[in-house]
């Protein structure tokens, strides 16, 4: 039977392995697998999305104008240097679409973010992977010597997704100045405000008119799904030079950021103070969990999301069968043969991790 073919690069495409979830059978898990954040919404946010329920019969604003322009207002700029999306990653995949393509590369740090060989593979362009140096941290000289006339785009993740380690204003800077102009540079900071080093480059540094008069071809990509405590409900967003924004939003499916999301990314906004207070006490657990590792004898690379990574190596399975046999089950996120993620999570789930990890008989 002959059926319509698939286009190779999609045939081929490696897949996502979303965090485990646990079954229904049984006490509910830690679940340390996702990177999520471990409250529930504000009152006030829950509110808006009972609210927003309300009237999911219409459509929502198209161009998601109301949260365009928080964004846009609260950074100081116009709302045509802002993109949202239905997560930073819809983001991250317009962006793309819009400019890479076959004959075109994509340069990205590896391990990073899983969905970057994904999007990248879903354009048809080729994929340049360069090695993490040691402490799983960016090699931004290495990166920027991958960089050719054929490249379209390059990523970097900081803090990066899945080791922890942030890439500093000093390597930044260095970094933008040797990458030439035809090529977009994405800075992934999914995890900013979970960053406790003040030497790491700041984003907010390299947005508006007088940093795009220099480098234009920045754009900063953020998340209201860790911080923001909304994964659910799917809101991603960028600043960057309208111009290099238009053709990505070109990209956007309609109506893709629903209404509820929308108001929901609102009322967070509203409560900014609250949220990132939150975020300071994930940060001191994360302080707490990397303390007890390391005088555990685990040796972890800096943290500076909400993760700590342990590079299990060959061990990994090993290392999450244990967390998931415990009772009730820890979920982390293996990575084969290379390491494990773990999400901070509240005191609880951490102690729970901890005394599950302590009562393993090797180290890493
Ligand atoms: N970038 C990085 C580095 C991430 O880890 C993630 C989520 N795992 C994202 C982007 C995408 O997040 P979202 O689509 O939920 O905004």
């Known amino acids: 039977m002959v059926l319509p073919q698939p286009l190779p690069n999609i045939s081929s495409l490696p897949s996502y392995v979303p965090g485990a979830r646990g079954s229904a059978a049984g006490p509910a898990p830690i679940k340390l697998s996702s990177n999520e954040n471990p409250l529930p919404p504000l009152p006030s946010v829950s509110r808006a999305i009972a609210a927003a329920g309300e009237s999911v019969h219409r459509y929502p604003d198209m161009f998601a104008a109301d949260l365009v322009n928080a964004l846009a207002q609260r950074q100081g700029l116009p709302a045509v240097d802002v993109i949202v999306g239905a997560g930073s990653v819809a983001v991250l995949a317009h962006l793309l679409q819009a400019y890479a393509g076959p004959g075109r590369e994509v340069v990205y740090a590896w391990r990073s973010f899983e969905a970057y060989p994904i999007l990248t593979a879903l354009t048809g362009a080729t994929p340049v992977t360069v090695p993490l140096a040691g402490g799983g941290r960016h090699d931004l000289d290495a990166m920027a010597s991958a960089i050719s006339d054929h490249t379209a785009a390059v990523m970097v993740c900081s ?152 590079e299990a190596r060959d061990r990994t399975s090993e290392l999450v069968a244990h967390l998931g046999s415990q009772s009730p089950a820890i979920l982390a996120r293996p990575f084969t043969d290379e390491g494990v993620r773990m999400t901070i999570g509240s005191r609880e789930e951490n102690d729970a991790a901890l005394a599950a990890l302590a009562g393993l008989s090797w180290r890493v």
């Open 159 to 310: 803090p990066n997704n899945p080791t922890g380690p942030a890439v500093t204003a000093d390597e930044f800077a260095a970094f933008v100045d040797r990458v030439p102009p035809h090529v977009l540079i994405v800075l992934d900071e999914a995890y900013v405000e979970f960053v406790s080093d003040p030497a790491t480059v700041k984003g907010d540094d390299y947005i508006g008119a007088d940093a795009w008069a220099t480098h234009p071809n920045v754009v900063v990509l953020r998340t209201m799904s860790k911080a923001y405590g909304l994964a659910g409900l799917r809101v991603g967003f960028a600043f960057g030079l309208a111009e290099i924004l238009a053709p990505a939003r070109a990209c956007v499916t309609p109506f893709s950021v629903s209404s509820v999301a929308q108001l929901a990314a609102l009322a967070s906004l509203t409560a900014e103070a609250e949220l990132l207070e939150r975020v300071e006490g994930i940060v001191a657990e994360r302080g707490r969990v990397l303390a007890s590792l390391t005088a555990d004898g685990w040796s972890i690379p800096d943290p500076q999301g909400n993760f700590v990574w342990i």
